[in-house]
């Protein structure tokens, strides 16, 4: 009998439903594994910016993520929002403890409507604490730019920052999203992993409505990881989902409106 799937997400709420742990919990469904999570901060937010949040107590994380790891342990965990030091610091302890062995990092820094979800002094700490744990980092442009503190506008820039990641502060992979290169008619993304590069590239799509991209696109990461998938076999995954996700536009909300989140299993169920 084969073993369910399980997944975990730590990250921030979304009450509007397109990013944080909604959004991953929709995509662990999507893809066919029983999702569960540890929510670190509540969010006040819509399409069109977030209001405000509160983190929780982090005594109240980590009982949340025993709680858990002792009753449903999971295949594969993600993180997303992890807003304060303290927050970093406690799941870095619990990843280590229960020595998870496939944990995709989402280094969540600014939400699409550009307010800031983590706090200046925590950037390190997420460097320092969590980035080596990683099994794959999952950063966009201007995240990996503050990661590696160097400008990336080509290819080039990005496959020596997506090294950088790996080779110097540790994780075993790296992808780099390419979505804030404007100048491309492709959206491609730079993996890193293993000594050797790969891409994977999907047509532009003019929309607005993108919010929790980066969100969906490691929770399909990591759905794929906790169903045994290699990480270029995950990576190609979660490609394609969240280019489905982009094209198949539900067109709702004033702002950055959300992804479609059951587009790609329509489109395989076609």
């Not at 990661?147 to 110097?168: R, Y």
Request: negative net charge; aromatic residues 6%.
């Amino acid at each position: 009998m084969m073993t369910l799937p399980i997944a975990l997400t730590i990250a921030g709420t979304d009450p509007s439903g397109g990013a944080g742990i909604q959004a991953d919990l929709k995509t662990f469904q999507e893809l066919d594994v029983f999702g569960t999570s540890a929510i670190t901060a509540v969010v006040s937010q819509n399409t069109l910016g977030v209001r405000s949040f509160v983190n929780m107590e982090t005594s109240f994380i980590e009982d949340q993520l025993k709680a858990v790891f002792e009753d449903l342990p999971p295949h594969a965990v993600k993180t997303g929002m992890l807003s304060a030091v303290p927050v970093i610091e406690v799941t870095a302890h619990v990843l280590k403890t229960e020595q998870v062995k496939n944990y995709v990092m989402d280094p969540v820094m600014v939400a699409k409507s550009g307010d800031a979800l983590l706090a200046e002094d925590a950037r390190s700490s997420l460097l320092n604490e969590l980035l080596p744990l990683a099994t794959v980092v999952t950063p966009n442009i201007p995240e990996a730019e503050e990661m590696v503190g160097q400008s990336i506008t080509t290819i080039e820039h990005m496959k020596d920052a997506a090294k950088k990641l790996v080779e110097v502060y540790g994780a075993t992979a790296c992808v780099l999203k390419g979505g804030h290169r404007m100048d491309d008619e492709q959206a491609t993304d730079i993996l890193y992993t293993n000594g050797a590069f790969d891409s994977f590239s999907s047509p532009r799509v003019a929309t607005k409505h993108t919010h929790g991209t980066g969100c969906t696109y490691s929770a399909a990461i990591t759905a794929a990881l906790a169903k045994g998938a290699s990480i270029p076999e995950a990576v190609q995954t979660a490609k394609a989902f969240i280019s489905a996700a982009i094209e198949d536009s539900l067109n709702i909300g004033h702002g950055n409106g959300p992804t479609n989140h059951w587009a790609w299993r329509r489109r395989q169920n076609k």
